[in-house]
């Protein structure tokens, strides 16, 4: 296959886009040398803007070389179904009712599980949450484990060896942890439908392998760093205002029906506006919502649908 100059220039975006994922830190510092562009820099030195600013620079190039219909139509023609499931997911599981109840089933098999200290609530997080993803999805399980990590653990004063083996291992379970069903990890999704993989096929085939694999790396990390463990305290967060339970159950409803209707943008976005507005309406129980960091996420998964589509000829 012969490829266009479209699709050529679409590679070399596509590679240039990887080059500067790796290349961040230099526009960061760029930031503090040229101050009068510092905010231009700092855009540029986040990982999430990536893709998207690339994504940018090949729809204007297909304006300048194709014209505006041809542009147009591109970008029409691509699905952004995920990016936009991703921010409203991500925004849902890292409100305060949904956090006070994932952290009520911490606790709780914190307390069944036989091990000192942080050692438990560790290990707790790195099975139980993965394997949640099953059935919350992928994005809302790694949203729910790296806030709850980040004030528990991470804020600690642990050390830095300490943070890279648990989010290794939090990137690996959370990935391997959404194949007990067939609608919570991407890949999965992917090709579910057309190989007729159900849940039950998932769970008897993968699901229940990958369930041992969690374990057993979640087991692994928190034994190594059995001595930082041990001196963890675990305390019950009581910082914020318990939140009603009928507003967690209400919470719990929006992430069940954004979950279910994960598919039809139209479906799961209305849900999410209707959410904003409870959030609104009860804001003494709310923290700040992370709006900002879900359309990061978002826009890097739709520069990556952009950019993507121009590389299928290699």
């Given at each position: 296959?012969?490829?266009?100059?479209?699709?050529?220039?679409?590679?070399?975006?596509?590679?240039?886009?990887?080059?500067?994922?790796?290349?961040?830190?230099?526009?960061?510092?760029?930031?503090?040398?040229?101050?009068?562009?510092?905010?231009?820099?700092?855009?540029?030195?986040?990982?999430?803007?990536?893709?998207?600013?690339?994504?940018?620079?090949?729809?204007?190039?297909?304006?300048?070389?194709?014209?505006?219909?041809?542009?147009?139509?591109?970008?029409?023609?691509?699905?952004?179904?995920?990016?936009?499931?991703?921010?409203?997911?991500?925004?849902?599981?890292?409100?305060?009712?949904?956090?006070?109840?994932?952290?009520?089933?911490?606790?709780?098999?914190?307390?069944?599980?036989?091990?000192?200290?942080?050692?438990?609530?560790?290990?707790?997080?790195?099975?139980?949450?993965?394997?949640?993803?099953?059935?919350?999805?992928?994005?809302?399980?790694?949203?729910?484990?790296?806030?709850?990590?980040?004030?528990?653990?991470?804020?600690?004063?642990?050390?830095?060896?300490?943070?890279?083996?648990?989010?290794?291992?939090?990137?690996?379970?959370?990935?391997?942890?959404?194949?007990?069903?067939?609608?919570?990890a991407p890949p999965?999704?992917?090709?579910?439908?057309?190989?007729?993989?159900?849940?039950?096929?998932?769970?008897t085939t993968f699901?229940?392998?990958?369930?041992?694999?969690?374990?057993?790396?979640?087991?692994?990390?928190?034994?190594?760093?059995?001595?930082?463990?041990?001196?963890?305290?675990?305390?019950?967060?009581?910082r914020h205002e318990?939140?009603?339970?009928?507003?967690?159950?209400?919470?719990?409803?929006?992430?069940?029906?954004?979950?279910?209707?994960?598919?039809?943008?139209?479906?799961?976005?209305?849900?999410?506006?209707?959410?904003?507005?409870?959030?609104?309406?009860?804001?003494?129980?709310?923290?700040?919502?992370?709006?900002?960091?879900?359309?990061?996420?978002?826009?890097?998964?739709?520069?990556?649908?952009?950019?993507?589509?121009?590389?299928?000829?290699?």
């Amino acid at each position: 296959m012969t490829p266009t100059l479209i699709e050529l220039m679409g590679a070399g975006l596509f590679a240039l886009a990887i080059l500067h994922t790796f290349s961040t830190g230099f526009f960061k510092r760029l930031a503090y040398i040229q101050p009068a562009h510092a905010g231009l820099w700092h855009l540029l030195g986040e990982v999430e803007v990536v893709f998207g600013f690339w994504a940018l620079v090949l729809v204007v190039a297909l304006f300048t070389i194709e014209g505006e219909a041809a542009a147009i139509h591109y970008v029409d023609s691509r699905n952004f179904t995920e990016p936009m499931f991703v921010f409203a997911i991500m925004v849902i599981a890292g409100t305060r009712p949904i956090l006070q109840t994932a952290m009520v089933a911490v606790h709780l098999a914190t307390r069944l599980i036989p091990l000192p200290g942080g050692m438990g609530f560790c290990f707790t997080i790195l099975t139980l949450i993965p394997l949640l993803g099953s059935f919350i999805t992928e994005p809302a399980a790694m949203t729910l484990a790296a806030l709850i990590l980040a004030e528990h653990i991470f804020a600690k004063g642990i050390s830095a060896h300490m943070k890279y083996a648990i989010l290794a291992v939090l990137f690996v379970n959370i990935s391997i942890g959404g194949t007990l069903t067939h609608f919570a990890a991407p890949p999965v999704l992917m090709v579910a439908s057309k190989w007729n993989w159900d849940t039950a096929f998932m769970l008897t085939t993968f699901g229940w392998k990958a369930a041992i694999a969690v374990v057993v790396n979640a087991l692994c990390v928190t034994l190594l760093f059995r001595e930082e463990l041990r001196l963890l305290p675990v305390t019950e967060n009581n910082r914020h205002e318990a939140v009603p339970p009928v507003l967690a159950g209400v919470h719990l409803a929006f992430l069940a029906g954004i979950v279910m209707f994960s598919h039809h943008p139209a479906m799961f976005m209305g849900l999410f506006l209707f959410f904003l507005g409870i959030t609104h309406a009860y804001q003494q129980y709310q923290d700040r919502l992370i709006l900002r960091e879900g359309l990061l996420v978002a826009f890097f998964l739709a520069g990556l649908v952009v950019l993507g589509g121009q590389q299928q000829w290699w």
